[in-house]
């Protein structure tokens, strides 16, 4: 971890894995604070909400405007650059002042922005000020599972006011590489790239490939005008000792990753270098499969809210993230749906690098209005830009269970916007499939995902033993497609089912159905997992859920992540080994 005037930073770690500088500052730690006014009469501790008790505050009272303000001096080695302010989130949106200079007015809670606030600096002691405005009741603001109501309820959370990912500085030279899109192309060994460059416009970027430290490819290119794109092909001489699909590919079982350098230079002065890495990894989808690197792939997943008991939508720690996915993976899972939730990249990071695979999913609003559609269309294109890069994404899910567009079973306007974003997001990315409206009332979808929390065994049996009665399924008194929309061949897969509660501990809680003993849940799991793996036509599924989360007790971990019975026997249940 950084220190900060001799005392240790929480979340101190480099919060942009995929994109790595060495001049850099965390601003993560103690803050003033306070409720509607600029009074600054509390303390907090930043990156965690005042809702959590891991920001020092810990209160669920109702504010609709919070107040933050920090003292900074720069590090000697980042005086005379510029220097960039990144915020990783804040929810839902704020006005940034650096020395009582307005900066930046941004709108939007799970996806970061940044600022250039060189000319605003003076010698010595600097001051942010970050002014947060969050309408608790606001129902067409993208939101997830944070409750407009001020105690939990139902599938509903506490809400996470303000300043909820890592604040950092970042120093770069005059001119600086703004970002790289990196696309792999398994077919043909090769890495394309689309790069910007902020600053200048004539300079030289030189682009350094290499594998277990082995340099395979090296490249510079010329720029006339700040921006440009090139291939890279991997060299097949250097990479003889490999097999490249088998070897090479990046799959969960077996997560390579290459590893880049960029190097900007200007008249043969370097003036930015950045550290990156991606995975040579395909997903498909040809004659109604799922395919992985070009083979069949069955997903079998968690649904992970993404929340912990004393920082809420902010991990306690790094190693937290690490915790979730070895934690799934010993288990028998191979993936999460991270659930109306845009997650940290560095949760990314460790999913890229332990080999786990990720559906990207934005937190929905719940009232359709042309307002909403403005505010979850520009944050969805953020998350799709910002996470592109990841190889652990595989799936993208702009919408779930029809919120935000109640009516989209009749209504044409709501179907239109379920099919607008579907080609949006295809419009910025052609690497993943998209999933139009996770669970039911599909439009024009890649995949069929289905939610079924029915939890008799023989029922299950016989609804996925026929791709007929899969398709009458009307579950929750929904339909799979909207009207004048149907099935045309996709892969299926069973997004949201299970969801068995059992209270381990004093936590209290409620789930879909109640086991009431150790062997009387992994039966109820086994009885829900086994008519789906038995399916000829299920592709995967999603389980809910990874953990119980506040009043929800349906996770396989507790709230605090402990097992509620043996790993092993889960894993055999997912692999379909168990003996009962």
Same mark, same amino acid.
């Given at each position: 971890m950084q220190t900060d005037n001799h005392k240790t930073v929480p979340r101190g770690e480099y919060p942009r894995p995929q994109f790595v500088r060495d001049s850099w500052m965390s601003l993560n730690g103690e803050w003033d604070f306070s409720f509607e006014t600029d009074s600054f009469d509390q303390k907090i501790i930043v990156p965690y909400v005042y809702q959590s008790k891991r920001s020092g505050i810990g209160s669920n009272e109702e504010c609709d405007v919070i107040w933050y303000r920090r003292n900074f001096v720069l590090p000697e080695d980042m005086q005379g650059k510029r220097i960039l302010l990144h915020f990783g989130a804040v929810d839902y949106s704020c006005r940034v002042w650096v020395n009582d200079h307005f900066m930046m007015f941004h709108e939007g809670?799970?996806?970061?922005?940044?600022? &250039?606030?060189?000319?605003?600096? %003076?010698?010595?002691?600097?001051?942010?000020?970050?002014?947060? #405005?969050? $309408?608790?009741? *606001?129902?067409?603001?993208?939101?997830? %599972?944070?409750?407009? %109501?001020?105690? /939990? #309820?139902?599938?509903?959370?506490?809400? /996470?006011?303000?300043?909820? @990912?890592?604040?950092?500085? &970042?120093?770069?030279? &005059?001119?600086?590489?703004?970002?790289?899109?990196?696309?792999?192309?398994? *077919?043909?060994?090769?890495? &394309?790239?689309?790069?910007?460059?902020?600053?200048?416009?004539?300079?030289?970027? %030189?682009? $350094?490939?290499?594998?277990?430290?082995? #340099?395979?490819?090296?490249?510079?290119?010329?720029?006339?005008?700040?921006?440009?794109?090139? /291939?890279?092909?991997?060299? @097949?001489?250097?990479?003889r000792n490999w097999n490249f699909q088998e070897d090479l590919a990046w799959t969960p079982e077996n997560p390579r990753l290459f590893d880049v350098v960029f190097t900007l230079s200007v008249d043969g002065k370097v003036v930015d270098e950045v550290t990156s890495y991606f995975g040579m990894r395909k997903i498909s989808v040809e004659n109604g499969r799922f395919l992985l690197n070009n083979r069949p792939y069955f997903q079998k997943l968690l649904l992970d809210q993404g929340y912990w008991r004393e920082s809420l939508l902010t991990a306690p720690e790094d190693e937290d993230f690490v915790k979730d996915i070895e934690l799934a993976k010993s288990m028998g899972f191979n993936g999460v749906r991270k659930h109306q939730k845009i997650e940290d990249p560095r949760f990314l990071y460790h999913a890229d690098r332990l080999g786990f695979l990720v559906w990207g999913e934005i937190a929905a609003a719940y009232v359709y209005s042309r307002k909403y559609v403005q505010r979850i269309t520009k944050e969805w294109m953020a998350e799709i830009i910002r996470d592109y890069n990841h190889p652990c994404i595989v799936a993208w899910t702009p919408l779930n269970e029809s919120w935000g567009v109640p009516n989209i079973k009749d209504n044409v306007e709501q179907q239109s916007h379920s099919a607008a974003m579907i080609y949006l997001t295809k419009s910025l990315d052609t690497t993943r499939p998209v999933i139009s409206n996770d669970g039911w009332e599909h439009t024009c979808t890649d995949l069929l995902t289905i939610h079924d929390y029915e939890w008799k065994r023989e029922v299950l049996e016989k609804r996925y033993n026929s791709l007929e009665n899969i398709l009458q399924l009307c579950a929750a008194g929904r339909p799979l497609f909207a009207n004048g929309w149907e099935y045309e061949g996709q892969p299926i897969l069973v997004t949201e089912f299970g969801g068995i509660s059992y209270q381990k501990g004093e936590s209290a809680g409620w789930g879909y159905s109640n086991a009431e003993s150790d062997e009387d849940f992994a039966k109820r799991y086994n009885d829900v997992i086994a008519p789906l793996l038995d399916s000829p036509y299920v592709q995967g599924f999603c389980y809910t859920e990874l953990t119980d989360v506040e009043q929800e007790i349906n996770g396989l971990l507790t709230y605090d992540r402990e097992p509620k019975i043996s790993v092993d026997i889960i894993r055999e249940i997912n692999e379909g080994k168990w003996q009962g």
């Open positions: 809670g799970h996806v970061g922005f940044e600022m &250039e606030i060189t000319e605003a600096l %003076k010698a010595g002691e600097n001051t942010v000020v970050v002014r947060v #405005e969050d $309408r608790v009741k *606001d129902l067409e603001m993208p939101r997830g %599972k944070q409750f407009w %109501k001020t105690e /939990s #309820e139902g599938i509903f959370y506490t809400r /996470s006011t303000g300043i909820w @990912q890592s604040v950092w500085l &970042e120093a770069v030279g &005059e001119g600086y590489l703004d970002h790289v899109h990196i696309t792999p192309d398994l *077919d043909h060994m090769k890495a &394309e790239f689309q790069y910007e460059i902020n600053g200048v416009v004539k300079a030289q970027l %030189k682009t $350094r490939i290499s594998f277990e430290g082995c #340099e395979l490819a090296a490249l510079t290119v010329d720029t006339e005008r700040g921006e440009g794109s090139f /291939s890279v092909m991997l060299d @097949q001489q250097l990479l």
